[in-house]
């Protein structure tokens, strides 16, 4: 999990020093929002294969699990529910959807 900016055209842009890079903007711990970036092992029919997850997937994932995102122990809170079947659409080694 990382701070990021949450002004929408900025993509969850990560934080420098509670800073936006892109739009400039300042936060604070309690201001900011919330990213993240995860990696997803994921075995289909023929291999296993890691991906990189971020914000979104991670959103929607926690959707299927019934997971709470605000969780502060959310990495564990996803692990304990998994292994769990998932359709999803992926661009090279990222996942870019999850259905749910
Ligand atoms: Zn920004």
């Given amino acids: 999990m990382y701070k990021c900016c949450i002004n929408e055209r900025c993509y969850k842009r990560k934080l420098r020093e509670n800073r936006c890079s892109s739009c400039g903007l ?8 919330n990213g993240f970036v995860g990696k997803l092992l994921v075995k289909t029919d023929s291999e296993v294969n890691t991906f990189t997850i971020f914000t979104q997937q991670v959103e929607q994932l926690c959707k299927l699990l019934e997971c709470n995102i605000k969780s502060t122990s959310l990495e564990s809170d996803i692990a304990k529910k998994l292994p769990v079947n998932i359709k999803f659409q992926k661009m090279e080694q990222k996942i870019t959807k999850i259905l749910v």
């Fill in 26 to 33: 300042s936060y604070t711990e309690a201001s900011s929002g």
